[in-house]
């Protein structure tokens, strides 16, 4: 357990400096992933993976609801950093797309910069470097991520990786606990803030 817990620590850290590292700067979709799974996925598959060891588990079932864990983690931040562009402040209940205004570019974003024209990917880099939406409105941003399907992009890459959460249980004896993270991965994506 004391090994997960360090290297759960040692990941977030490491995630941390290397979101501090890329703020403000257009980061490919491999970046963005790696961002996310040592900011996100890997508290959810280390989560999980304690869980199962406290459990009694086996090695095999240890090792299935971490890769649960991990994808299921990944579908969960890609989903929030969607709602950040397009939810309003009232669903959310803070500040919407406040991650392009901090320099955060999240997978629509990354998206509509490598899918869009040239002119969206000045935009994307004006607000991107100005870290504010003076020049460059936030409804601008939205109309942009939907004209290049760059929303539905993300959400179907989140999709994806529900399904691969679901599928990494296909081991695990049936049960009413089994049935209960077979549901979460719906939950994840369909949630609205």
Excluded at 71 to 99: C, N
Aim: hydrophobic share 45%.
């Amino acid at each position: 357990m004391l090994d997960l817990l360090i290297g759960l620590t040692q990941q977030m850290v490491e995630g941390e400096l290397l979101q501090i590292q890329k703020l403000g700067k257009a980061v490919s979709e491999a970046e963005y992933y790696d961002l996310i799974f040592r900011k996100t996925a890997c508290l959810f598959s280390v989560s999980m993976r304690l869980g199962a060891t406290l459990a009694g588990a086996t090695e095999q079932e240890e090792v299935a609801v971490g890769a649960y864990g991990r994808t299921v983690g990944l579908a969960f931040q890609i989903v929030d950093d969607v709602l950040d562009l397009t939810a309003t402040e009232e669903v959310l209940g803070k500040p919407v797309a406040s991650d392009l205004r901090e320099g955060k570019a999240t997978l629509a974003v990354i998206h509509s910069f490598d899918h869009g024209t040239a002119a969206d990917r000045q935009i994307i880099q004006r607000v991107l470097d100005d870290r504010s939406f003076e020049n460059v409105s936030r409804q601008q941003i939205k109309d942009m991520l939907v004209r290049n399907g760059s929303v539905a992009y993300a959400m179907g890459v989140a999709d994806r990786y529900a399904e691969q959460g679901r599928q990494a249980l296909r081991g695990i004896p049936e049960s009413d606990f089994k049935r209960a993270l077979l549901w979460v991965p719906d939950f994840v994506v369909a949630r609205e803030k």
